[in-house]
């Protein structure tokens, strides 16, 4: 949701950013996987235990992210396999956080496997709801606006590697919105197909 609400607000110090690269000439797949590769080292840093760095490197993941997608529309270059690449290395980006959490601190054992639930039955809808409802945005699918969105997921992770001692009651309170998140567009899909029936 705060991607959905505060986004066109800091879109033109993106596009500033974006353009920075653009001169150096780095094209949006290669921003999607270094983003990927900076999660992953966020990752392993959760998983050893070094917070901050861990921390900052999570947010320098997602600002890459946000920066690939501006990069391929101000050079043109979007495409549906890059918007594909994109979506799928953001998913293993959160799953590795998680994974290097579970890692450290073992005893959110049950909320992790909650995570990991919740996260495939949200995606789930996400895509099918980015298949059925017709594209009306600058992204290269419809993009459904949720209540759990990657700015909530990772102010979430940075609580989470702040507080480890309070992880099970973080991430179990996330994954209800989660779940809520994917059950109201589950609603949102269903009474969209009886409408097409």
Request: proline share 3%; net charge positive.
């Amino acid at each position: 949701m705060i991607d959905t609400k505060l986004r066109g607000k800091f879109q033109p110090t993106f596009d500033i950013m974006a353009v920075k690269l653009v001169k150096i000439q780095l094209r949006p797949n290669v921003i999607t996987w270094i983003a990927f590769g900076v999660g992953i080292l966020a990752s392993v840093s959760v998983a050893i235990e070094w917070m901050i760095p861990s921390i900052l490197l999570l947010w320098l993941s997602g600002l890459l992210d946000v920066l690939d997608g501006t990069v391929a529309r101000l050079t043109r270059s979007s495409s549906r396999g890059g918007a594909y690449m994109d979506l799928i290395l953001d998913r293993m980006v959160e799953a590795a956080y998680i994974l290097g959490l579970a890692y450290r601190f073992p005893q959110g054992y049950y909320a992790y496997l909650l995570f990991y639930v919740a996260v495939i039955f949200n995606f789930t809808t996400f895509i099918v709801a980015g298949a059925l409802f017709q594209n009306k945005g600058a992204k290269s699918m419809h993009y459904d606006v949720g209540i759990a969105e990657r700015t909530e997921t990772f102010l979430v992770f940075t609580l989470l590697a702040l507080f480890p001692t309070n992880i099970y009651l973080i991430l179990m309170i996330f994954n209800a919105v989660i779940f809520i998140t994917g059950m109201v567009r589950f609603k949102r899909v269903l009474a969209y197909s009886k409408s097409l029936d």
